[in-house]
């Protein structure tokens, strides 16, 4: 059975302004990042486990290499939920509560 994919507010609104910041150089750089990042975050439905332990405990991390994002997520039973995406070129505050 397939772990349900669930957003968060913040993952949310990283990957608008994502998808806003390499829009503007290249719209069709976005729409492939996009295309990428919720392939990979798909994956996770059937193998929650997928991503790497995260500095923050109790979290996992997947890579997206082709989309230079790093997808930060829990797993809550039976559900996967998507708590931040990171694109490469922001800067990951150690501070953050993930």
């Keep these: 059975m397939k772990a349900p994919i669930l957003w968060s507010e913040d ?58 994002c790093v997808v930060v997520y829990r797993v809550e039973g039976d559900a996967v939920r998507i708590l931040r995406v990171i694109y490469g070129g922001q800067e990951w505050r150690t501070n953050s509560s993930v």
């Design 11 to 68: 993952a949310l609104a990283d990957m608008l302004s994502t998808f806003e910041m390499i829009s503007e150089s290249s719209p069709r750089g976005a729409l492939l990042v996009d295309d990428r990042v919720n392939e990979q975050i798909e994956l996770l439905a059937d193998f929650p486990l997928a991503g790497r332990g995260s500095r923050t405990e109790g979290t996992r991390e997947l890579i997206i290499d082709r989309a230079t």
